[in-house]
Nanobody, 116 residues
Framework: QVQLVESGGGSVQAGGSLRLSCEAS????VGWYRQTAGKEREFVSA????????RYVESVKGRFTISRDNVKNTVYLRMAKLKPEDTAVYFC?????????????WGQGTRVTVSS
């Protein structure tokens, strides 16, 4: 089973930037999701195993960029122009090659807090 470990969360002021990392035990398509208290986990972005295909939820388009380093088997989520509503615990997960189906278990997540 592919293991994924998230890191890079923290606290930042609105308008700031953070980069999250998702280190995988093997090369795979990866998606980022986020969850706030009392809400369902929502899809944020995904990238296929070769890096040639990406997806974003509408609310982060133009602000977040997903990328990957296949030497390190690591997927990054660069988050810029952060807003308080981006505050959440962010999780990465395996995805299908179509980037539409999540697979496998969840990691422990990494918390992002954006203050106004």
């Amino acid at each position: 089973q592919v293991q994924l470990v998230e890191s890079g969360g923290g606290s930042v002021q609105a308008g700031g930037s953070l980069r999250l990392s998702c280190e995988a035990s093997e090369r795979t398509s990866v998606g980022w999701y986020r969850q706030t208290a009392g809400k369902e986990r929502e899809f944020v972005s995904a990238i296929n195993s070769h890096g040639g295909s990406t997806r974003y939820v509408e609310s982060v388009k133009g602000r977040f960029t997903i990328s990957r380093d296949n030497v390190k088997n690591t997927v990054y989520l660069r988050m810029a122009k952060l807003k308080p509503e981006d505050t959440a615990v962010y999780f990465c997960s395996r995805m299908s090659s179509t980037l539409k189906i999540r697979r496998g278990s969840w990691g422990q997540g990494t918390r992002v807090t954006v203050s106004s």
